[in-house]
Nanobody
Framework: QVQLVESGGGLVQTGGSLRLSCAAS????????ISWYRQAPGQQRDMVAT???????NYADSVKGRFTISRDNAKNTVYLQMNSLKPEDTAVYYC??????WGQGTQVTVSS
């Protein structure tokens, strides 16, 4: 059974940092393109960052220069380092493996 578990969310002040983790069981994340998405209340779910199997990385314009996606294949985990956080980053953050496997999400709240 495939399971993705996000962790690391929480409440942080503007300008603060958080590191989200997406840990997998049942699949090897190294075999997949992994994306982080986020969804704010009443909004659609939007892509934040993607790391492809070959290592190519893409970011949404809104997070470029502030967020960093990375893999640790030995731990079967993908991370999202989030710096210089803004209130508009407040959302539930989800990881996606390929096009099929979603985690349950972790809440990030940035206070002003």
């Amino acid at each position: 059974q495939v399971q993705l578990v996000e962790s690391g969310g929480g409440l942080v002040q503007t300008g603060g940092s958080l590191r989200l983790s997406c840990a997998a069981s049942g699949i090897f994340l190294s075999a997949y393109t992994i994306s982080w998405y986020r969804q704010a209340p009443g909004q659609q779910r939007d892509m934040v960052a993607t790391i492809m199997r070959g290592g190519r990385i893409n970011y949404a314009d809104s997070v470029k220069g502030r967020f960093t996606i990375s893999r640790d294949n030995a731990k079967n985990t993908v991370y999202l380092q989030m710096n210089s956080l803004k209130p508009e980053d407040t959302a539930v953050y989800y990881c996606l493996a390929g096009a099929d496997y979603w985690g349950q999400g972790t809440q990030v709240t940035v206070s002003s």
